[in-house]
Nanobody, 119 residues
């Protein structure tokens, strides 16, 4: 199983980006999907999470600005980021709890995609 994150880049404050993560491999179902971020010199932190039933949860610092969605059929999930701030600069990682075809549950991480917000 692999997770492939994409969509990072450089934007000015107030701008928007949309991150995507695609899961591939021997997958029976993707249970939980999340986005984390790690800013330079800081610990990795949860940004947003979405369950298999579509329930979402956000870190306080992104509420009202970021939206996580998922496409179960495509085994993909997304993070729409609006009103980006300089403080949002970080490497963003996608994360998922996946049930493989052997019906074993594991947690996986994508490779990270850099988001830079600067003027």
């Amino acid at each position: 199983v692999q997770l492939q994150a994409s969509g990072g880049g450089s934007v000015q404050p107030g701008g928007s980006l949309r991150l995507s993560c695609a899961a591939s491999g021997s997958i029976f179902s993707v249970i939980d999907m999340s986005w984390y971020r790690q800013a330079p010199g800081k610990r990795r932190e949860l940004v947003a999470h979405i369950t298999s039933s579509g329930n979402t949860d956000y870190a306080d610092f992104v509420k009202g600005r970021f939206t996580i969605t998922r496409d179960n059929a495509k085994k993909q999930w997304y993070l729409q980021m609006n009103s980006l701030q300089v403080e949002d600069t970080a490497v963003f990682y996608c994360n998922a709890v996946i049930l493989n075809r052997g019906l074993e549950e594991y947690e996986y991480w994508g490779q990270g995609t850099l988001v830079t917000v600067s003027s």
